[in-house]
């Protein structure tokens, strides 16, 4: 059984990972551990400076070469300090942003088991797949406002990343009744992987890389 351990920022995407990934990659003989990023000594969760992640990286490649390490943080609001920024390459397409700044990570950490990842933009936008798997916690009014919202873009990977625009902002502005922590996941797991995958093609690269990959 290959092994992959996943580095999530929060509780959200660690029971992202467990309910609705495991399953799927134990099918294919694959085993999934999601391991929260530690921030300091008495914290775990979120992405405050690279420096704090990068040697957590370092530490877990180098303990097994034969498990694989991935990533699964969010391009919104990525730290100064992350590799690649100050080089971003001029364009509005998302896809060259992220993976301009996964190579930078990459060559950064510098060990082949190694696959960096960010979610574009960031976790709420993946439930942008489909606005209806909202209305087990909202009115059908709110599911309208945010199928306009996903209407608009053409794709859920490609609703932006500005501090009044990102996905989250968005969810909030038409529901200001939605918890993040509470929803978010549970709204994740009602939707399904298969539609996320069909909509957001750089989250199903990702996955199809670890279903693929050998070592």
């Known amino acids: 059984m290959m092994r992959v351990n996943i580095f999530v920022e929060g509780q959200t995407e660690e029971t992202f990972v467990r309910e609705l990934l495991y399953d799927h990659f134990q099918r294919q003989n694959i085993?999934?551990?999601?391991?929260?990023?530690?921030?300091?000594?008495?914290?775990?969760?979120?992405?405050?400076?690279?420096?704090?992640?990068?040697?957590?990286?370092?530490?877990?490649?180098?303990?097994?070469?034969?498990?694989?390490?991935?990533?699964?943080?969010?391009?919104?609001?990525?730290?100064?300090?992350?590799?690649?920024?100050?080089?971003?390459?001029?364009?509005?397409?998302?896809?060259?942003k992220a993976e301009h700044l996964e190579q930078a990570m990459r060559e950064d950490i510098g060990h082949q088991n190694l696959?960096?990842?960010?979610?574009?933009?960031?976790?709420?936008?993946?439930?942008?797949?489909?606005?209806?798997?909202?209305?087990?916690?909202?009115?059908?009014?709110?599911?309208?406002?945010?199928?306009?919202?996903?209407?608009?873009?053409?794709?859920?990977?490609?609703?932006n990343d500005s501090p009044m625009t990102a996905p989250s902002k968005r969810i909030i502005s038409c529901c200001p009744s939605y918890n993040k922590p509470l929803h978010r996941s549970l709204i994740a797991i009602d939707m399904g992987l298969d539609i996320i995958r069909q909509q957001c093609q750089h989250f199903d690269k990702w996955l199809t890389y670890i279903e693929n990959i050998r070592l």
């Open 31 to 96: 085993y999934l551990n999601p391991i929260l990023v530690r921030t300091s000594s008495t914290s775990k969760g979120g992405i405050v400076s690279y420096e704090k992640i990068k040697r957590q990286l370092h530490i877990k490649c180098s303990e097994d070469s034969s498990a694989l390490v991935t990533t699964m943080f969010d391009l919104y609001a990525l730290p100064k300090d992350f590799p690649g920024k100050d080089s971003l390459p001029n364009t509005n397409d998302p896809f060259t």
């Open 115 to 159: 696959i960096p990842n960010l979610i574009l933009h960031e976790f709420e936008g993946l439930l942008y797949s489909n606005p209806n798997a909202f209305k087990e916690w909202f009115d059908q009014s709110i599911v309208d406002k945010l199928q306009r919202e996903r209407d608009f873009f053409p794709s859920p990977e490609h609703i």
